[in-house]
């Protein structure tokens, strides 16, 4: 009896600890991938010997090599390649995947100029990367640069970009939520609805809040990920550290290390929503709010 409270406790305390690890080990089920690429983003390296025997049978022409380069590195998602939502490679790991994102081709294209002597730099916005050389003409998407890396002289820039958080949003949806597999998708929410449903089972219900049920179901509902039911029922910290999450997730989204607080309040936000539905959500003084 005193061992399964012990670990009812345990459980209650450390819960939101066990929906982030579960996220993690779902959509990364080696987590050092997701370390591995985070560490490549942000010191990318191109490698003109891997692709050595490839320039040689390209022209001199930039425009053309990009043009090559497109065609011989179809388009994919991260999830269709690699099997995981996000991940930078290896030029040579683009190279016998053959195909790729943005990131991988802007690889294997700045590693061929390399190899042929050709000044470029990689660019890096919220919502593309791409390869900037002499004589290069932008495309649509290849504007708000945030960082960018001389290939030559390893040199790094940094901007404020002009992107709006919708349009990151919107992006992130795409890329990481659309092109999820079905089976992974089931197994993410399969195990949260599990972790959520013996949470509430273990809530213990005690004394009413006057705070309004309705209420917390709206702010959770459609402003949950800026913290904003928490601020209402009077949990001022966890809110705020809601709210910091999702400016810092944002902000850093486009070198990745912002995807995981990105992902981590969107949980957090549908499990308080779960708990709000379900009324078992607790105001600061630990009142249950149960009345609509």
């Not at 709006?164 to 089976?183: A, H, K």
């Not at 039911?229 to 550290?241: D, L, S």
Request: hydrophobic share 45%.
């Amino acid at each position: 009896m005193l061992r399964s409270r012990f670990w009812t406790r345990v459980f209650l305390r450390y819960f939101p600890l066990l929906v982030l690890v579960w996220i993690l080990l779902v959509l990364y089920p080696n987590p050092w991938r997701l370390v591995t690429g985070v560490e490549r983003i942000l010191n990318p390296h191109t490698d003109p010997a891997a692709v050595a025997s490839l320039a040689q049978d390209l022209p001199s022409d930039p425009a053309l090599i990009e043009k090559e380069v497109l065609e011989l590195i179809p388009y994919s998602y991260d999830w269709e390649t690699y099997g995981i939502p996000w991940y930078c490679p290896s030029v040579q790991e683009v190279l016998q995947k053959g195909e790729g994102d943005c990131k991988a081709r802007a690889l294997v294209l700045a590693s061929i100029l390399d190899a042929k002597g050709i000044p470029n730099h990689i660019v890096w916005s919220l919502e593309h990367v791409w390869v900037d050389y002499p004589g290069k003409e932008e495309t649509g998407l290849e504007k708000n640069a945030l960082y960018q890396k001389d290939s030559e002289t390893g040199k790094k820039s940094w901007s404020l970009p002009h992107t709006s958080p919708g349009d990151v949003m919107n992006e992130l949806w795409t890329d990481f939520v659309q092109t999820m597999p079905s089976r992974r998708m089931l197994l993410l929410l399969g195990g949260l609805a599990a972790l959520v449903g013996l949470r509430v089972t273990k809530t213990r219900r005690g004394e009413i809040s006057p705070k309004s049920r309705l209420a917390t179901t709206l702010l959770v509902l459609f402003l949950g990920v800026f913290g904003a039911h928490r601020f209402y029922v009077g949990r001022i910290k966890t809110a705020i550290v809601m709210l910091s999450l999702s400016i810092v997730g944002v902000a850093t989204a486009w070198i990745v290390v912002g995807i995981p607080f990105i992902l981590a309040v969107l949980a957090w936000a549908l499990v308080d929503l779960i708990y709000a539905i379900a009324g078992v959500t607790k105001d600061n003084q630990g009142r249950v709010i149960k009345n609509w």
